[in-house]
């Protein structure tokens, strides 16, 4: 792989980002993938069957925060779909587990032709293209204030075969994460990725493992 032209390509086509104002953690790495049709995809329960004549490619971001409010690491994606004459055909981002359209219908939140603008929900960074969304969580606030720290280290199906947890990393983690307690403004500044955010998919997987064995160990504990 072309590593510098791929980060030509990944850079042309990144989302720009909304966080809010009282946004404690930004991303720490980004894993791209360019995906021919058909494909599956490699970080993501979903698959892209390619039954789309005009989608030549879609571009995933598999995007890594070392925290989210609610616990020790958080992966969230976004999907854009690139057409055969290189425009931006949809795009479709990561929410709590489940696949939201990114892409509105009057493409409004298509900025210079090519990125896609999402708003992040404030401490755990499910995507969407328009902010009150969020509105509609019944634990918007909690979630960023007295449920801090509630999952603790999440171990999800993705990484389960290389860590673990246990309740004494569970109650550091939580410990840590109350100090990051906020209240979300609702107001929201632009975030765009640098290229030196960027690596392919499989640099930032095989990466996982050793980051979080760091980050347990700055809390001053070991994996099991």
Not at 200 to 208: A, K, Q, S
Request: net charge negative; hydrophobic share 40%.
């Amino acid at each position: 792989m072309n590593t510098s032209h791929s980060k030509d390509v990944w850079l042309k086509y990144a989302p720009y980002l909304m966080f809010d104002l009282h946004e404690p953690f930004y991303p720490e790495a980004v894993g791209v993938s360019i995906l021919e049709m058909p494909a599956v995809s490699p970080s993501f329960r979903r698959s892209f069957p390619g039954s789309e004549s005009q989608v030549k490619q879609v571009i995933e971001y598999a995007i890594w925060w070392d925290y989210e409010i609610g616990h020790l690491y958080e992966m969230e994606h976004v999907w854009v779909y690139v057409g055969n004459d290189g425009q931006v055909v949809d795009c479709e981002a990561s929410f709590h587990g489940r696949v939201l359209k990114g892409l509105l219908k009057d493409r409004s939140n298509l900025i210079e032709d090519t990125h896609v603008r999402l708003y992040s929900q404030p401490g755990k960074h499910a995507f969407s293209p328009i902010p009150t969304l969020f509105e509609l969580l019944p634990n918007l606030y909690q979630a960023a204030g007295s449920q801090a720290g509630i999952d603790g280290l999440l171990v999800t199906d993705l990484f389960c075969e290389y860590f673990s947890t246990n309740d004494e990393i569970d109650a550091k983690v939580r410990e840590y994460l109350q100090t990051f307690a906020f209240v979300p403004t609702m107001e929201f500044t632009e975030y765009k990725f640098t290229g030196e955010l960027m690596m392919p998919w499989n640099d930032l997987f095989h990466m996982v493992p050793r980051r979080i064995e760091n980050q347990v160990r700055e809390l001053g504990l070991q994996l099991p």
